[in-house]
C-alpha cells in the first residue's frame, strides 16, 4: 500500500508565499486522493504490489491495460506532490530562496548562461503553461539540464528524465491565495525553493 508521506515542515511554514489552507489541503485532500486511487488500481493486480512508484511510471508501456491511465495519473499525481514538497523550504530556516552553489550553479551556467537567464527561462514556461501541470527542471539521459513543462500528473520520469525541481501549477496549488494572478504565485515560489535539495538530486 502506498501512503501519504509526512511534510517535512508544517502547514503554515510557507507563509507568506504560500497559506496554511492551501497547504493543507493540498496534502491531506488532493494528494491523499492520489495514493488512495493508485492504492486501488493496484489491488486489481496483485502481481505489482511492492513496486515503487517510481518503477511503476517508468513503465508504463507494459502496465496492465485496464490501469494504465490510473497509474499514470494517480501515480504520477503522488510521485510529483511527493517531490514538489521536498523542493521548498521555509523561509524562516533561512534555507529557502537565494541561489545554487556548486557543481549546480556550474552545470545551469553552462547550459543556460547564467542563473538569472535559467530563472527567467522557467518562470516563462511556468507563466505560459496552458491548464494544469508542472514546470520541471531536469536531466536528460545524455545528461543535459532541459526547463519544460508536462499536462496534468506527467512525470518526467515517464520519459527518462531526472528531475531535480518542480512547481505545481494546478490551481488548487495557488487559487485560495492569489486567484488568477498565477504569475505572482510563481515570482513568490523562489523565495522558498530548497537549492541544497535540488543540488542533491543533480548529484545523484
Same mark, same amino acid.
Given at each position: *500500500?502506498?501512503?501519504?508521506?509526512?511534510?517535512?515542515?508544517?502547514? &503554515?511554514?510557507? /507563509?507568506?508565499?504560500? $497559506?496554511?489552507?492551501? *497547504?493543507?489541503?493540498?496534502h491531506a485532500k488532493h494528494h491523499?486522493?492520489?495514493?488512495?486511487?493508485?492504492? /486501488?488500481a493496484i489491488a486489481k493486480?496483485?502481481?505489482?504490489e511492492g513496486q515503487t512508484v517510481e518503477s511503476l511510471l517508468m513503465s508504463l508501456e507494459t502496465m496492465p491495460e485496464d490501469?494504465?491511465?490510473?497509474?499514470? &495519473?494517480?501515480?504520477?499525481?503522488? !510521485? &510529483?506532490?511527493s517531490? !514538489?514538497?521536498?523542493? *521548498? &523550504?521555509?523561509?524562516?530556516?533561512?534555507?529557502?530562496?537565494g541561489m545554487p552553489q556548486g557543481v549546480l550553479l556550474e552545470a545551469i551556467t553552462?547550459?543556460?548562461?547564467?542563473f538569472d537567464v535559467f530563472k527567467s527561462e522557467f518562470t516563462?514556461?511556468?507563466?505560459g503553461h496552458f491548464g494544469s501541470g508542472w514546470a520541471w527542471l531536469t536531466r536528460d539521459a545524455a545528461g543535459k539540464l532541459k526547463v519544460n513543462s508536462l499536462p496534468n500528473q506527467d512525470s518526467p520520469i515517464?520519459?527518462? /528524465? *531526472?528531475?531535480?525541481?518542480?512547481? $505545481?501549477?494546478w490551481e488548487h496549488a495557488y487559487y485560495l491565495k492569489y486567484q488568477n494572478r498565477r504569475a505572482e504565485y510563481i515570482e513568490n515560489w523562489w523565495n522558498i525553493v530548497n537549492w541544497e535539495k535540488v543540488g542533491n538530486n543533480f548529484g545523484k
Open positions: *500500500m502506498y501512503e501519504l508521506p509526512k511534510l517535512p515542515y508544517s502547514y &503554515n511554514a510557507l /507563509e507568506p508565499y504560500i $497559506d496554511a489552507q492551501t *497547504m493543507e489541503l493540498h491523499a486522493t492520489y495514493v488512495a486511487k493508485l492504492n /486501488e493486480h496483485p502481481e505489482l490501469i494504465r491511465t490510473a497509474v499514470k &495519473n494517480h501515480g504520477g499525481g503522488h !510521485f &510529483n506532490h517531490f !514538489f514538497w521536498t523542493v *521548498m &523550504n521555509p523561509p524562516a530556516s533561512g534555507g529557502g530562496g553552462k547550459t543556460f548562461g547564467g516563462k514556461v511556468a507563466a515517464s520519459i527518462k /528524465e *531526472m528531475p531535480l525541481l518542480t512547481l $505545481d501549477l
